[in-house]
């Protein structure tokens, strides 16, 4: 039986465990990325190691989440993150060369290289035929030091991808057609990796779009061969040495094979408030839309922005709607100056924002009140545009433009226009002067800390045994941007005790004084609790006040392990029916902790306050198990040394 091509990257890569037996296993880790709204800390972490350089193949400080700058804060990371970057040997690129994903995808993207990145659409890179893998920003910091990247075993799915699109339909349609499939659910430990004949005509652009979302599934990454396509958009980049040919072999086996016609796609749209959410944008011909907004690291390639012109060229937005439009990169953004397309966004009555994250992260261009916005970005999320109650709508560029021209929903195949082609250049406009090369030796570069800059919390060994109060129960899909929001709070994520104010905000205002009070305690979740960010802050500021365990039916992959690095125990419900039993505001109590951490992992809880019994399982690996004793990663990694 032949390899598929997850197997041959990730075996090409193991350090630790077997691709076809155990639970977990361990890869070496050729780059790293960060961004800023995640890097203060991850460098932070990285400080604390004491190791003099970092030991990556390659390693890329971005800055493009924070770029508003409203008060001294951003602009003091920034400048930590250019000075300490310089100090350990990490290329940074400054605020406005654009997306991490994007620039990276462009300027750094190596087939069969693995990448960790402390931003959950790392797995764009899978989209030039990286394994690339969003991970908290402490596992980002370790690998940074060397050290191996531990993952659950992948179950690796096929998407087999036949036919072609029609005039109108693009890779977003693909992704949103994939998640209707899959959902957002139950992927845990999954890589997608995708194969079939379509793949011949589809860019790497279109597929880093693709891998993106794949990041809604839950799955760990996704993955494209490495083909003509692959070496076209090398060589359009002068790296064409990057390039090495990967794909699986023809009798590869797989976990599980679903397939999509491209042929058969229709323009798709999430739906308020879940990117699973997935209907036809037909389906809401007609309704009103308020906004469009078309950019993020999902959709704002060249590609993109070509085939938004040639829809705008000689029309006009409706006047009740705002469109707004940013360029993935300043490569992106040259080439649309370059090639007349910002003149006609402008023409068009466009707004252009800069090259970075802005509306997607809710800085900037929040909806009105109640108001529809429909955008090319990937996540939908309650609150997240900075409306609590707008109506958030995810879609391609193309529908985004249609809706724009119409002011309602619009099938983009029923505008009578003639679809544009997009000829990949031949050379894209190249300038890299915004990426600071570190010096050979950056030893005696002073690391720069403004008042923002905080240090990483400490945290405790874990008790054998205690008694806490249930803080807060919710119910499913929690997600990080319920837990830790970002927007206009963005600013403190290099100051915990600010940001830890702030912890479930959004869904009850007294949960911090309250964890404060009650000197921490439990939260209890339903399903897919931790969906979303990778943002480590989603477990450090609850850490910081206290929470010492999170009890849910299910916790997502990236949260879970930030848990586990900051010392908070997963938990999951051996029995779901004791989900609905518990209520906010019991005291539970455990026992032998550390021995059921050693053992079994099946822990005992007793609700005092109901008087009963009932058990959950700590759902962590031998190795997790004691990380979780010594209290979180930081002290373990401090013990072992
Ligand atoms: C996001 O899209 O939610 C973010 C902001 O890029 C996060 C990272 C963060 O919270 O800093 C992510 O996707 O991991
Ligand atoms: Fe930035 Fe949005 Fe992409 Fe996150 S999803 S990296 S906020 S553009």
Not at 101 to 109: P, Y
Not at 282 to 309: E, F, M, P, W, Y
Request: proline content about 5%; some cysteine; aromatic content about 6%.
């Amino acid at each position: 039986m032949g390899s598929n091509l997850v197997h041959k990257i990730l075996g090409a890569h193991l350090v630790e465990g077997d691709l076809h037996s155990g639970d977990e296993i361990a890869i070496r880790v050729d780059q790293t990325l960060t961004q800023d709204a995640t890097g203060t800390m991850a460098y932070l972490q990285f400080e604390t190691m004491g190791i003099p350089r970092i030991r990556t193949e390659l390693s890329v400080s971005y800055v493009d989440h924070n770029t508003l700058q409203m008060g001294f804060e951003n602009a003091d990371d920034h400048r930590y993150l250019q000075t300490v970057a310089a100090r350990y040997g990490v290329h940074f690129s400054k605020a406005g060369n654009g997306i991490c994903h994007q620039v990276h995808l462009e300027r750094f993207g190596v087939p069969g290289k693995t990448m960790l990145g402390s931003d959950s659409h790392t797995p764009t890179g899978g989209g030039i035929g990286m394994i690339a893998i969003g991970v908290g920003g402490l596992d980002v910091a370790v690998a940074m030091g060397g050290g191996a990247f531990y993952m659950p075993r992948p179950r690796v799915v096929k998407v087999n991808l036949t036919g072609q699109f029609q005039p109108f339909v693009s890779a977003k349609d693909v992704i949103l057609k994939l998640l209707s499939i899959m959902t957002t659910k139950g992927n845990v430990g999954k890589i997608v990796e995708y194969a079939g004949p379509a793949l011949k005509h589809l860019s790497v652009p279109e597929r880093a779009t693709i891998a993106n979302m794949g990041a809604e599934l839950g799955v760990t990454t996704s993955v494209f061969p490495s083909d003509e396509q692959t070496l076209a958009f090398l060589k359009a980049q002068k790296r064409e040495e990057a390039w090495v040919a990967l794909a699986a072999d023809p009798d590869a086996a797989y976990d599980q094979v679903i397939e999509i016609d491209l042929s058969a796609l229709e323009p798709m749209v999430a739906m308020p408030h879940s990117p699973d959410n997935i209907g036809t944008v037909a389906s809401l011909k007609g309704q009103k839309v308020h906004q469009v907004c078309i950019g993020s690291c999902t959709n704002s390639s060249l590609r993109d922005l070509v085939a938004v012109a040639d829809m705008l060229k000689g029309r006009h937005v409706h006047p009740d709607v705002e469109l707004v439009i940013a360029p993935g990169s300043r490569q992106v953004e040259m080439e649309a100056a370059q090639r007349g397309l910002m003149g006609t966004f402008l023409m068009a009555g466009a707004r252009v924002g800069e090259s970075a994250c802005g509306f997607c992260i809710g800085s900037g261009h929040a909806p009105g009140t109640g108001e529809v916005s429909v955008r090319s970005n990937n996540r939908n999320f309650k609150g997240r545009s900075g409306t609590a109650d707008a109506q958030v709508y995810l879609a391609s560029p193309e529908t985004c433009v249609a809706c724009a021209l119409t002011g309602e929903f619009t099938d983009p195949r029923t505008l009578g226009l003639t679809a544009g082609t997009f000829e990949m250049p031949t050379a894209f406009a190249i300038d890299d002067s915004m990426v600071i090369v570190p010096p050979a030796d950056g030893s005696k570069v002073e690391v720069a800390r403004g008042p923002n800059i905080g240090e990483p919390p400490k945290t405790e060994t874990m008790p054998d045994q205690f008694a806490k109060t249930v803080l807060l129960k919710v119910g499913d899909k929690i997600t990080t941007d319920h837990i830790m929001p970002a927007g206009q709070y963005l600013k403190y994520r290099s100051n915990i005790p600010k940001y830890a104010e702030v912890v479930f905000i959004g869904v009850d205002a007294n949960f911090a004084q309250r964890a404060k009070e009650c000197g921490g305690g439990f939260v209890v979740a339903g399903d897919s609790y931790g969906q979303g960010s990778s943002r480590e802050h989603a477990a450090i500021c609850p850490s910081f006040l206290g929470v010492k365990a999170v009890m849910a039916k299910a916790i997502e992959r990236i949260h879970k392990a930030n848990l586990v690095n900051f010392g908070i125990l997963p938990l999951i419900f051996m029995d779901p029916a004791d989900y609905d039993k518990v209520q906010q505001g019991d005291t539970f109590s455990v026992a032998n902790l550390h021995g059921t951490l050693s053992d079994g992992k099946v822990l005992e809880v007793k609700d005092e306050t109901q008087g009963f019994t009932f058990k959950v399982k700590v759902d962590v690996t031998d190795r997790q198990a004691i990380i979780l004793k010594d209290g979180g990663l930081l002290n373990h990694i401090a013990k072992q040394v």
